[in-house]
């Protein structure tokens, strides 16, 4: 049932920009961007008019991946490794937009171009599907929170920023633990990109450190995480190895064979057991379908293999006319194997989109398509320190000559004379200069993030610095103290860590999954400026701030109460005069209830007198305020909240622990079959207190 917010929602909401085309070509990647450039080269010859033609980008530059780790060693320039689509692919329309959805029948694309804009609604004779593939760090716990990515342009920026203040953060430090911990980095795969960053890394410490008094160069400490026996193992087995060596031999440490556990704020948690110290995460792994692909797959049957496009030799989706798909989203038989697919790198994304173009300018033309036939010229990586790999038609080099292939290769293949020019420039430089280590501290804000956790998996620890606000969208989570009791948990629909967020000076319990649950992880850098600019915000976390509450305010509570009294039951200090509220009550029965008897929480009980929910004063007047609500609404369609529960054979003491640990003033009192018996509340117990010590 739509509510009536969304309908008017719906009947104002503009209508996107409709456009007619001969070719939509989704993905501003390396497939994308090729296939735009040859296909308008191809244009005139084929009879199609450019302005016809249309890209759409989430970003209006394309990304020369291969370069992004200089970029976060501060070798070269950001904008040096970008290139504006439009100046690639003159001529043709770009739109700057995230793909919303696509219907393959019609060949429509709804693309989203951003909050003040109505949109744009594509509908085109020929579709290509090159929209890439994702990042997914959910599987693995804390991740998605802690670690750097290596994706764009702007996870180098942010990465090398983090660099730079890390090695500030150590400077200033005097705690030798925590120094050592600032100057230690965790890579996270063994591939060209982890490697290649690691290498990076690497040097930018040993370089930068000579210029920081208090960071002794031994005390820094790069470890690469990777789930192979070695590095680089699409190379041969001596390539693989002679670059780990070289790696080792500067400093790095191969953690191999191994795989990440889990990741907390101020540790690295490995599957075997083993523990690394760090502030710094970097994931250079966790591909995974994009997710308009997904979506694709699974409710307009789009051929698929694990969600990567099934796309033949000429680079078609069968069974969909007009529909095409090329580069990483894609899974393209390579040539000569038919049953594997073509590995997801930049030398075939480039080809595959140039080859695409061809065969859809053919198919306009009326001409017979030529398959995709390229198998791939060579590899090559660079490990750092002037030093790198390469298979090159078959032939193997390494050392400071494969350093200078792979530079002269990758110069060659970027886009644009003055990009060629201004990277050449800064690799000068660099022979003569110190790296610029100036901490430029771009911030590009995600605004949540959802992490998924497996049973006893633990989210963060005891005394770690707080980052955001949790809501548990499936699962539990208990709050755990440090005798491994559990002090608090938190269900379903039920959020945390605003306690540590807002006040500050980390988390007093560690917090552990009961069986899958799945969390949003709110930013602290979105909800703090909520918490101090909305009053209303700022009073209901004020409310729940004080849901896990320190040792020490249990103990002050308890020295001010009778020590004979602790150590009673409940049912001997408890209140048995309850105010109760039916299931099947309505506003109206609240309302005649309220004025007769006055308190802040009214348990609502069934038929039975089981417990059924709690109804809460200040969130009825809440609902009371909606334009749907009338006298004769159940009260059962009010928000409940959530009150501890203790039985019979609970002591005060116990009671009173649960009370502040879940941040209430008020215990119901249930028997086995959960019947409501009566209610303790701490103002009764201070209030007996305060009388018995007058007397």
Same mark, same amino acid.
């Given at each position: 049932?739509?509510?009536?917010?969304?309908?008017?929602?719906?009947?104002?909401?503009?209508?996107?920009?409709?456009?007619?085309?001969?070719?939509?070509?989704?993905?501003?990647?390396?497939?994308?961007?090729?296939c735009g450039q040859k296909i308008r080269k191809l244009a005139k010859k084929a009879g199609l008019d450019p302005r016809r033609i249309?890209?759409?980008?989430?970003?209006?530059?394309?990304?020369?991946?291969?370069?992004?780790?200089?970029?976060?060693?501060?070798?070269?320039?950001?904008?040096?490794?970008?290139?504006?689509?439009?100046?690639?692919?003159?001529?043709?329309?770009?739109?700057?937009?995230?793909?919303?959805?696509?219907?393959?029948?019609?060949?429509?694309?709804?693309?989203?171009?951003?909050?003040?804009?109505?949109?744009?609604?594509?509908?085109?004779?020929?579709?290509?599907?090159?929209?890439?593939?994702?990042?997914?760090?959910?599987?693995?716990?804390?991740?998605?929170?802690?670690?750097?990515?290596?994706?764009?342009?702007?996870?180098?920026?942010?990465?090398?920023?983090?660099?730079?203040?890390?090695?500030?953060?150590?400077?200033?430090?005097?705690?030798?633990?925590?120094?050592?911990?600032?100057?230690?980095?965790?890579?996270?795969?063994?591939?060209?990109?982890?490697?290649?960053?690691?290498?990076?890394?690497?040097?930018?410490?040993?370089?930068?450190?000579?210029?920081?008094?208090?960071?002794?160069?031994?005390?820094?400490?790069?470890?690469?995480?990777?789930?192979?026996?070695?590095?680089?193992?699409?190379?041969?087995?001596?390539?693989?190895?002679?670059?780990?060596?070289?790696?080792?031999?500067?400093?790095?440490?191969?953690?191999?064979?191994?795989?990440?556990?889990?990741?907390?704020?101020?540790? $690295?948690?490995?599957?075997?057991?083993?523990?690394?110290?760090?502030?710094?995460?970097?994931?250079?792994?966790?591909?995974?379908?994009?997710?308009?692909?997904?979506?694709?797959?699974?409710?307009?049957?789009?051929?698929?293999?694990?969600?990567?496009?099934?796309?033949?030799?000429?680079?078609?989706?069968?069974?969909?006319?007009?529909?095409?798909?090329?580069?990483?989203?894609?899974?393209?038989?390579?040539?000569?194997?038919?049953?594997?697919?073509?590995?997801?790198?930049?030398?075939?994304?480039?080809?595959?989109? $140039?080859?695409?173009?061809?065969?859809?300018?053919?198919?306009?033309?009326?001409?017979?398509?030529?398959?995709?036939?390229?198998?791939?010229?060579?590899?090559?990586?660079?490990?750092?320190?002037?030093?790198?790999?390469?298979?090159?038609?078959?032939?193997?080099?390494?050392?400071?000559?494969?350093?200078?292939?792979?530079?002269?290769?990758?110069?060659?293949?970027?886009?644009?004379?003055?990009?060629?020019?201004?990277?050449?420039?800064?690799?000068?430089?660099?022979?003569?200069?110190?790296?610029?280590?100036?901490?430029?501290?771009?911030?590009?804000?995600?605004?949540?993030?959802?992490?998924?956790?497996?049973?006893?998996?633990?989210?963060?620890?005891?005394?770690?610095?707080?980052?955001?606000?949790?809501?548990?969208?499936?699962?539990?989570?208990?709050?755990?103290?440090?005798?491994?009791?559990?002090?608090?948990?938190?269900?379903?629909?039920?959020?945390?860590?605003?306690?540590?967020?807002?006040?500050?000076?980390?988390?007093?319990?560690?917090?552990?999954?009961?069986?899958?649950?799945?969390?949003?992880s709110l930013s602290g850098e979105i909800v703090l400026p909520f918490f101090e600019s909305s009053r209303r915000f700022r009073r209901?976390?004020?409310?729940?701030?004080?849901?896990?509450?320190?040792?020490?305010?249990?103990?002050?509570?308890?020295?001010?109460?009778?020590?004979?009294?602790?150590?009673?039951?409940?049912? +001997?200090?408890?209140?048995?005069?309850?105010?109760?509220?039916?299931?099947?009550?309505?506003?109206?029965?609240?309302?005649?209830?309220?004025?007769?008897?006055?308190?802040?929480?009214?348990?609502?009980?069934?038929?039975?007198?089981?417990?059924?929910?709690?109804?809460?004063?200040?969130?009825?007047?809440?609902?009371?305020?909606?334009?749907? $609500?009338?006298?004769?609404?159940?009260?059962?369609?009010?928000?409940?909240?959530?009150?501890?529960?203790?039985?019979? +054979?609970?002591?005060?003491?116990?009671?009173?622990?649960?009370?502040?640990?879940?941040?209430?003033?008020?215990?119901?009192?249930?028997?086995?079959?959960?019947?409501?018996?009566?209610?303790?509340?701490?103002?009764?117990?201070?209030?007996?207190?305060?009388?018995?010590?007058?007397?």
């Open positions: 049932m739509t509510s009536p917010a969304s309908e008017i929602t719906h009947r104002t909401a503009p209508e996107p920009h409709r456009m007619d085309l001969d070719i939509a070509i989704l993905g501003g990647g390396f497939a994308g961007v090729y249309a890209i759409v980008s989430e970003q209006n530059y394309m990304v020369f991946q291969p370069m992004l780790a200089e970029v976060a060693g501060a070798s070269i320039q950001p904008r040096h490794v970008i290139n504006p689509i439009r100046r690639l692919c003159r001529g043709m329309r770009v739109y700057r937009g995230k793909v919303d959805s696509i219907d393959l029948e019609k060949k429509e694309v709804h693309v989203d171009t951003g909050n003040f804009s109505a949109g744009v609604l594509l509908r085109a004779k020929h579709l290509v599907l090159a929209l890439g593939a994702e990042i997914d760090l959910s599987r693995v716990p804390g991740m998605p929170e802690h670690a750097l990515l290596m994706q764009n342009i702007g996870d180098a920026m942010i990465l090398r920023a983090t660099v730079v203040k890390r090695i500030e953060e150590a400077n200033a430090e005097y705690r030798e633990d925590v120094r050592r911990r600032l100057l230690t980095f965790v890579v996270v795969g063994g591939g060209y990109s982890g490697v290649e960053t690691a290498g990076e890394i690497l040097d930018m410490l040993h370089d930068s450190a000579k210029f920081y008094s208090n960071v002794p160069r031994e005390e820094i400490r790069v470890v690469l995480v990777h789930s192979r026996d070695r590095v680089l193992h699409t190379l041969s087995e001596s390539l693989g190895e002679y670059a780990g060596k070289k790696l080792s031999d500067r400093g790095l440490e191969l953690c191999l064979g191994e795989r990440v556990g889990a990741v907390t704020a101020t540790k $690295v948690y490995l599957q075997s057991g083993a523990e690394i110290e760090t502030a710094t995460v970097v994931s250079t792994v966790g591909n995974a379908p994009n997710r308009v692909i997904r979506q694709l797959c699974d409710e307009q049957g789009l051929p698929h293999n694990r969600y990567w496009i099934k796309a033949n030799e000429f680079l078609q989706v069968e069974g969909h006319e007009g529909v095409w798909s090329a580069g990483d989203c894609a899974s393209v038989p390579l040539h000569g194997e038919e049953d594997k697919p073509c590995p997801q790198t930049a030398q075939f994304a480039m080809r595959q989109g $140039v080859q695409l173009a061809k065969n859809i300018a053919a198919s306009v033309q009326g001409k017979e398509l030529e398959p995709f036939t390229f198998t791939g010229l060579g590899e090559l990586a660079s490990i750092g320190h002037r030093t790198a790999v390469a298979n090159i038609m078959g032939a193997q080099f390494s050392g400071f000559i494969a350093w200078f292939m792979w530079r002269s290769i990758y110069l060659s293949k970027l886009p644009g004379l003055d990009r060629k020019l201004r990277v050449m420039i800064d690799w000068t430089l660099d022979l003569f200069f110190p790296r610029d280590i100036n901490l430029l501290n771009p911030r590009y804000t995600r605004l949540f993030k959802q992490v998924h956790l497996e049973p006893e998996d633990r989210l963060f620890n005891r005394g770690e610095p707080a980052f955001s606000l949790y809501v548990v969208q499936h699962g539990q989570i208990d709050l755990v103290d440090q005798n491994d009791e559990v002090v608090r948990t938190i269900g379903e629909g039920d959020y945390f860590g605003e306690r540590a967020l807002v006040h500050g000076g980390g988390y007093l319990y560690n917090a552990v999954s009961r069986g899958q649950t799945k969390l949003v209901i976390l004020a409310r729940t701030t004080t849901q896990v509450s320190a040792e020490g305010e249990i103990e002050a509570l308890i020295h001010k109460l009778d020590p004979e009294v602790l150590d009673h039951k409940v049912p +001997d200090v408890m209140r048995t005069d309850l105010a109760t509220l039916g299931e099947t009550q309505t506003v109206r029965d609240a309302l005649d209830l309220f004025q007769q008897r006055r308190f802040n929480v009214y348990p609502i009980v069934d038929a039975e007198g089981k417990l059924a929910s709690v109804l809460s004063r200040e969130d009825f007047f809440d609902y009371l305020k909606r334009d749907d $609500v009338s006298n004769e609404s159940p009260i059962a369609d009010v928000g409940s909240v959530v009150l501890p529960e203790c039985n019979r +054979d609970t002591n005060v003491r116990e009671a009173l622990e649960k009370m502040i640990r879940s941040g209430r003033q008020k215990c119901l009192v249930l028997d086995a079959d959960r019947r409501l018996l009566g209610i303790i509340t701490i103002m009764d117990l201070l209030g007996e207190a305060a009388r018995k010590q007058a007397e």
